[in-house]
């Protein structure tokens, strides 16, 4: 399968006591894929896989890659200050049928391109392609563009880069110019914010949050098709909710989730800012200004 277009990052929900909702996971899977998407990520930040011991996230991969069966993508997260526990999920990717493994670039090796190359060949053999995760300090080494090329270029299991570091067009097109014959594409990250530049600079795809899936695939599909005006009118109808995600971070992700009636309880295990009531205000005024796209009635609160 082709890896390219939308794969949003999937949260993982919870009930008020902090366990895994598995039924919520399930609703969340069926409803990226009803809207269409390409493939999905599991784990990655947004889904506070930091949060999430070894066990339940080799757990949600096998349940993720058994309810998606095949009907779209899956790339899994890797992502480890541990070098076996990163090997471990891959394995479990493999065995549940991924396309691939991104991999965060480990912020203990930034400056020092032979060790992070010898860290994603020692993944690479474990027998899934690779993405490398370009997550800025202190997440990840925010490595410059040019040492993105020299890692890739020294190992051939890199199939893909996920550039998040700002900013995002210019270092996509500076990866572009100089990629090795193995690298197949660039996606941008960062909740999709800059995503009509990444696309205009080339790159295959887009990773965001999953409150606003089927915005992301209308916004694909016009570009596809050469549209550039749908892709900034759909780009600025979801601006302001991809701006107050970039505060509120999985809070804002899991409060639209249960809005629309995905899951029950919008609980995070990752430190951050609680939505006050005035931010719960402004989330119901944002949404209802594109419930007439989404299809969805808004609830309250």
């Known amino acids: 399968m082709k890896v390219s277009g939308v794969y949003p990052v999937l949260p993982t929900p919870f009930d008020a006591s902090g366990a895994i909702d598995d039924s919520g996971m399930d609703a969340i899977v069926d409803f990226v894929v009803d809207c269409g998407v390409d493939g999905a990520v599991f784990p990655g930040l947004a889904s ?24 779209i993508g899956f790339i899994i997260g ?88 700002m900013p995002c067009g210019q270092r996509i097109s500076a990866i572009r110019a100089a990629a090795p014959d193995h690298l197949l594409g660039i996606f941008g990250g960062a909740g999709g914010r800059y995503i009509t530049d990444e696309l205009a600079r080339g790159a295959i795809g887009t990773m965001p949050a999953a409150e606003l899936p089927e915005a992301h695939v209308a916004l694909m599909a016009a570009h596809l098709a050469g549209d550039g005006d749908a892709v900034r009118t759909h780009y600025e109808r979801m ?23 995905l899951i029950a309880d919008a609980f995070t295990r990752a430190p951050g800012p609680d939505l006050d009531e005035g931010d719960q205000r402004e989330l119901d005024r944002i949404l209802a200004r594109i419930d007439d796209w989404t299809g969805i009635g808004v609830v309250q609160g």
Not at 48 to 71: H, K, Q, V
Not at 113 to 123: G, I
């Open 48 to 71: 506070e896989y930091d949060m999430l011991s070894l066990d339940e996230r080799i757990g949600l991969i096998g349940r993720i890659a058994t309810r998606i069966d095949g009907r």
């Open 239 to 261: 601006l302001p909710l991809l701006m107050m995600q970039a505060v509120f971070r999985w809070r804002l992700t899991k409060g639209v989730l249960r809005r629309r009636g």
């Open 78 to 165: 890797a992502s480890s200050a541990d070098v076996e526990e990163s090997l471990a999920l891959i394995r479990a990717g493999k065995a549940a049928g991924a396309a691939g493994a991104m991999v965060m670039t480990p912020g203990a090796l930034a400056g020092d391109n032979e060790a992070l190359a010898a860290h994603y060949r020692a993944l690479g053999e474990a027998g899934l392609p690779l993405m490398l995760q370009n997550a800025p300090r202190p997440m990840g080494a925010g490595l410059s563009a040019e040492d993105v090329i020299a890692v890739v270029g020294a190992v051939p299991a890199i199939h893909w880069v996920k550039e998040e570091n």
